[in-house]
């Protein structure tokens, strides 16, 4: 089978042929409907280092946004039937501590010591013809496109699960969130918030196109330039927003964010640009909240599953065929993307 392998710190991965896995146990083997092009893939082959990508070891081959249809079943595995389309959760606990147990293996207890951090990020994932999963990480579609569901697993899931979390804030009538950065995530996101809050939305880019998308979807758009805190300021009427998303992560967006927050208003930095927070006692909002989030659990990639079932999650793709792969990432990696990208491996059905 056809797959695309990262094989060596900071070199670009390479297309090759792969055996076809076979299931263990536990596990089935998915005939990959769509896998997601991912800058989390663009950090692991372009900036780790032997230091700093102990769990990303190459070789394995990428994709951790992964859809695809019952292929084969290992040899004890009840309850799952052939051709069944299913959504993939990438992250991989040790499976016994209180976090996986609950299935949060995006916060597993033993992640300094495991030897992956997912399907795609340390041990082979989707972006190929066929994969292995084990039967504990399939999230059902049912009759939903499995192509366009591809995202789901990371683009939706994140921010489900930071605004999921941050729903304390948004509880109740008159309350504000910001989203920044309006790409793959954010555009996700702002979508989330209409449907599980009533919040007035207010998105931030410094691209017209993105900031148009925005828009479209019921958000109140803010360019992100000099004048970017003062028109905030006046939509929430000089109280600030009661929650605020960075999908960027860089210092400029978290201080942003910080300073366009209310009073006991929440932070989260989604984005992993690596940027650093600064606090003072005199500048910032009284009891405001800042944290970051990784991934997201199992049971809210059921929730996103649902939600994008119901129709109340859209995602917006560009597709490429598996020779073409390569180009996807180097769209990627060039910023030519207008949507996300899916490599659909074994064609359309």
Not at 38 to 46: A, M, R
Not at 105 to 111: I, R
Not at 228 to 238: A, W
Request: hydrophobic share 40%; charged share 20%; proline share 7%.
């Amino acid at each position: 089978m056809k797959a695309v392998v990262f094989e060596e710190y900071n070199t670009f991965p390479v297309l090759k042929d792969m055996p076809k896995p076979q299931p263990g146990s536990g596990e089935v083997t998915l005939k990959v409907a769509g896998a997601g092009c991912c800058h989390s893939d663009v950090s692991v082959f372009q900036e780790y280092t032997p230091e700093t990508g102990t769990h990303t070891k190459p070789p394995f081959i990428l994709g951790h946004e992964t859809t695809g249809w019952v292929d084969e079943l290992g040899p004890d595995v009840q309850g799952i039937k052939k051709g069944d389309a299913y959504l993939v959760y990438g992250p991989t606990g040790c499976g016994h501590c209180p976090h996986c147990v609950a299935g949060q293996e995006n916060y597993c207890s033993s992640a300094a010591t495991n030897e992956s951090l997912a399907l795609g990020l340390g041990r082979n994932g989707g972006m190929a013809e066929y994969m292995t999963v084990p039967v504990r990480n399939l999230v059902p579609l049912g009759d939903a496109d499995p192509i366009g569901a591809a995202p789901l697993a990371d683009a939706a899931l994140t921010p489900y699960h930071a605004i999921k979390a941050s729903m304390p804030h948004l509880g109740g009538g008159g309350k504000y969130a910001l989203v920044i950065g309006l790409g793959g995530l954010g555009q996700i996101a702002i979508q989330i918030l209409h449907a599980l809050t009533g919040a007035t939305i207010i998105a931030t880019d410094t691209k017209p196109e993105a900031l148009a998308k925005a828009e479209a979807k019921g958000a109140i758009t803010v360019p992100s330039d000099e004048n970017e805190l003062k028109e905030i300021r006046k939509i929430t009427h000089g109280e600030g927003v009661n929650a605020a998303f960075d999908f960027v992560g860089i210092a400029p967006t978290i201080a942003a964010a910080q300073a366009a927050g209310a009073a006991g208003s929440r932070v989260t930095v989604v984005g992993i640009a690596g940027g650093k927070a600064e606090y003072d006692w005199y500048s910032k909002p009284w009891e405001q909240e800042l944290m970051g989030v990784y991934w997201g659990s199992i049971p809210e990639l059921y929730d996103v599953a649902n939600m994008y079932r119901n129709g109340q999650i859209q995602t917006e793709i560009e597709t490429y065929s598996m020779d073409d792969a390569l180009v996807a990432y180097h769209n990627l990696v060039d910023n030519k993307l207008s949507a996300r990208a899916v490599v659909l491996p074994n064609g359309r059905p």
